[in-house]
């Protein structure tokens, strides 16, 4: 009675094996990606044929001279989720229809910020002289030191920009940074001038002062009137009182400021840059003031008073 059983079981675990060896998958019934085959008592096997998708058709059928030990294991693991991963690739830095088209982006932005930066280290000065960032501020100021300042204000927004923990934007070439700094460092130097030369601009036309404009400039309405035809030390003490209050706007109106660096860097592109490159001859990168509206860059092109 024991031999019977012993050999009824025998012929099972046979069955069942020989059944597992030539069972072909269903449609659509797709095997994880490893399949490994562990024998114990065998080492001649036909490997599993796998295609480009790891989805195994039909089991191995052994070959006429190999014989199965009953103990032979089929493992299957699945895997898919380390496989995804691994094959997943790292995420392209920058917008990659941009980058496509081959247009670089605009380099504006960025000299804008440094620009707001500088014009609000300037308005705190007064709270820590050892900033250098504006040349008369007073006369121990070196012109070397406020350019080495506005250069690290461009470097360090510059080096953010390319850092690795920002991947929502490309980071700038070379002959971009050099563009930045450059421009950052040229409108820092000339920021008086170029102040000047914005209320000369805003004064000079009348619709502006009509309805009210003038802080869209990042220009006082006092700027626009004051008058310097006061005696000398009159003069200079409502000359100091309006640049306390410009510093104040300055400080505590962001957008106000950020009108004001957009002014400042048009005015320098058309009347400082954009003459110096045609005269050389050469290119420019990335020049057109497209950061400006319409209305606004009407009033800054126009002749002054």
């Known amino acids: ?27 659509g019934f797709s095997i994880p990606n490893t ?11 036909t490997p599993l044929p796998r295609n480009h998708h790891h989805t195994i058709k039909q089991l191995a059928v052994p070959s006429s001279r190999s014989t199965f030990s009953p103990f032979t294991l089929l493992h299957l693991s699945s895997s898919n989720d380390n496989e995804n ?3 997943t690739q790292k995420k392209q830095k920058g917008d ?7 247009i670089r982006p605009s380099l504006h932005p960025t000299e804008i910020n440094c620009i707001a930066e500088a014009l609000m280290m300037r308005s705190t000065s007064n709270n820590n002289p050892s900033i ?24 360090k927004a510059i080096d953010k920009r390319n850092s690795d923990k920002d991947d929502t934007s490309e980071k700038f070439t070379m002959e971009e940074s050099q563009v930045i700094s450059g421009r950052v460092v040229g409108v820092v130097m000339r920021m008086r001038e170029l102040e ?11 619709w502006v002062s009509k309805y009210g404009e003038e802080e869209s400039f990042g220009v006082l309405k006092s700027e626009c009137s004051s008058s310097s035809n006061e005696d000398d030390d009159d003069d200079a003490t409502k000359k100091e009182e309006l640049e306390k209050k410009v510093a104040e706007m300055i400080k505590l109106n962001p957008l106000f400021r950020m009108n004001r660096a957009e ?9 400082v840059e954009r003459p110096k490159l045609d005269m050389l001859g050469e290119d420019r990168i990335n020049s057109d003031v497209d950061f400006i509206d319409a209305d606004r860059l009407e009033v800054l092109r126009t002749n002054c008073e």
């Open 1 to 27: 009675m024991e031999s019977s059983q012993r050999i009824s079981t025998m012929i099972y675990l046979a069955i069942i094996f020989w059944s597992a060896a030539v069972l072909t998958t269903t449609n």
């Open 263 to 271: 002014c400042l860097l048009c005015l320098f592109l058309d009347t």
């Open 35 to 45: 399949v490994a085959l562990t024998r114990a008592n065998n080492n001649n096997y």
């Open 132 to 155: 250098d960032i504006d040349i008369a501020s007073s006369s121990t100021t070196e012109p070397l030191q406020v350019a080495i300042t506005a250069g690290g204000i461009a470097m």
């Open 196 to 206: 000047g030369l914005l209320v000369g601009k805003v004064k000079g036309v009348g």
């Open 96 to 102: 990659s229809i941009r980058s496509k088209t081959g």
């Open 85 to 87: 991963s691994s094959s």
